[in-house]
Antibody, heavy 125, light 108 residues
């Protein structure tokens, strides 16, 4: 069974650093993009970025470029989302997700087929 | 930046058909995916590549596409279908992925 299991809830102060994790199992980790999605309280889903574990090629939404870092540890089949200096506005639920992309016929496809359970991050003084 | 546009809300009575639309300029070349999310839960994939249904998703969920608009149709809506629904695809470059703003389906 394909599973993404995320690390537990975090409570941090503004200015602190944080790294949350997503452990993948049940599939070939290096063959699928994996990434992160933010959901602020009461709001919609926001795509943050993805990384290809095979070569660590990372792509970020313009909204999150420079604000977070996505990385992987292939040996542990784990993806990470990292902040250098948290802000109160980073308070949100963060989901990791397995992404698929490719070409089918004359169409391209970009989608998510497996989601983690989510990690709540609360940033408050 | 690229946007996918959904109606904020759709309301139907049990047993009726709900249709949720999603519009975007790149949709003629890029497939869309649909997810439902219930309060306090992670999203769940319900339609992929515009029209395909994952195993375990009820047959009442279907997808269609016409030019720059894709549509999620729920036939014979049940009270358990009440949720937020999101479409998702990518911009014309395929580098930046994006979600629609979400549609709250209310089953009256």
């Amino acid at each position: 069974e394909v599973q993404l299991v995320q690390s537990g809830a975090e409570v941090k102060k503004p200015g602190e650093s944080l790294k949350i994790s997503c452990k993948a199992s049940g599939y070939s980790f290096t063959n699928y993009w994996i990434g992160w999605v933010r959901q602020m309280p009461g709001k919609g889903l926001e795509w943050m970025g993805i990384i290809y574990p095979g070569d660590s090629d990372a792509r970020y939404s313009p909204s999150f470029q420079g604000q977070v870092t996505i990385s992987v540890d292939k040996s542990n089949t784990t993806a990470y989302l990292q902040w250098g200096s948290l802000k109160a506005s980073d308070t949100a639920m963060y989901y990791c997700a397995r992404h698929e992309q490719g070409v089918s016929g004359n169409h391209y496809y970009f989608g998510i087929d497996v989601w983690g359970q989510g990690t709540t991050v609360t940033v408050s003084s | 930046s690229y946007e996918l546009t959904q109606p904020p809300s759709v309301s139907v009575s049990p047993g009726q058909t709900a249709r949720i639309t999603c519009s975007g300029d790149a949709l003629p070349k890029h497939y869309a995916y649909w997810y439902l999310q219930k309060p306090g839960q992670a999203p769940v994939l319900v339609i992929y590549k515009d029209t395909e249904r994952p195993s375990g998703i009820p047959e009442r969920f279907s997808g269609s596409s016409s030019r720059t608009t894709v549509t999620l149709t729920i036939s014979g809506v049940q009270t358990e279908d009440e949720a937020d629904y999101y479409c998702q695809s990518a911009d014309s470059s395929g580098i930046h992925w994006v979600f629609g703003g979400g549609t709250k389906l209310t089953v009256l």
